[in-house]
């Protein structure tokens, strides 16, 4: 329903739904034989049955069809989001359980210092300056350079800006909580509801 939602408002504004754009990626259902195999024709089954299911359904907000978001998991709440008013914070305590749920990663100082284009050493200030209420880093600061939190997260391909940074020798290891924005539907959460 959320997919189509997606592809009825791009229609209607754009006249046009691009393959690849910034809420999902459209692939021939063929593309996933091997992602799916062996369980690939159960699969798509069960994808055209819930599309027979939901046929013509679609998600609408004050006669407008929304902008539907979608995230893997989260920190036990989905977040609202001002611009978006059907979107509101609720809590999704499954997320704990699935296994995206932590993600850690390390990065060697040399590899910060070419990503970021300045120089980090194992000597260089890393401070977090500013939060949301709910714990999601908007800005840091590396060595005195500011960085916004979500491009701190787009550039190391971090899953969520839900993080902590441990500083050690050699590298940096930085802890994330969930996988996406939090906003909209949990795909774990959605899960654990259907099977209750």
């Known amino acids: 329903i959320l997919?189509?939602?997606?592809?009825?408002?791009?229609m209607t504004e754009e006249k046009l739904v691009r393959a690849i754009n910034n809420f999902?990626?459209?692939k021939?259902?063929?593309?996933?034989?091997?992602a799916f195999a062996p369980d690939y024709d159960k699969v798509v089954a069960t994808l055209k049955?819930?599309?027979?299911?939901t046929n013509a359904m679609f998600v609408t907000y004050e006669n407008k069809y929304i902008l539907?978001?979608?995230h893997i998991c989260n920190f036990g709440h989905t977040l609202e989001d001002s611009?978006?008013?059907?979107?509101?914070?609720?809590?999704?305590?499954?997320?704990?359980?699935?296994?995206?749920?932590?993600?850690?990663i390390s990065f060697s100082?040399?590899?910060?210092?070419?990503?970021?284009?300045?120089?980090?050493?194992?000597?260089?200030e890393f401070k977090i300056t500013e939060i949301s209420p709910y714990g999601k880093v908007l800005k840091l600061s590396i060595g005195g350079q500011d960085i916004n939190g979500n491009k701190f997260t787009s550039l190391l391909h971090l899953k969520s800006q839900f993080l902590s940074i441990i500083l050690n020798k050699n590298d940096i290891s930085i802890i994330t909580k969930g996988w996406g924005?939090?906003?909209g539907l949990s795909l774990c959460g959605a899960c654990h509801l259907a099977d209750n």
């Open 28 to 34: 021939p259902i063929d593309y996933y034989k091997i």
């Open 24 to 26: 999902f990626v459209y």
């Open 181 to 183: 924005d939090f906003l």
């Open 3 to 10: 997919y189509r939602t997606y592809v009825f408002k791009q």
């Open 109 to 124: 100082y040399d590899l910060l210092s070419s990503i970021f284009h300045f120089t980090i050493t194992k000597d260089s």
């Open 83 to 104: 611009r978006y008013p059907y979107l509101s914070s609720v809590p999704s305590l499954w997320d704990a359980t699935s296994p995206f749920y932590v993600d850690t």
């Open 49 to 53: 049955e819930a599309i027979r299911q």
């Open 68 to 70: 539907p978001f979608i």
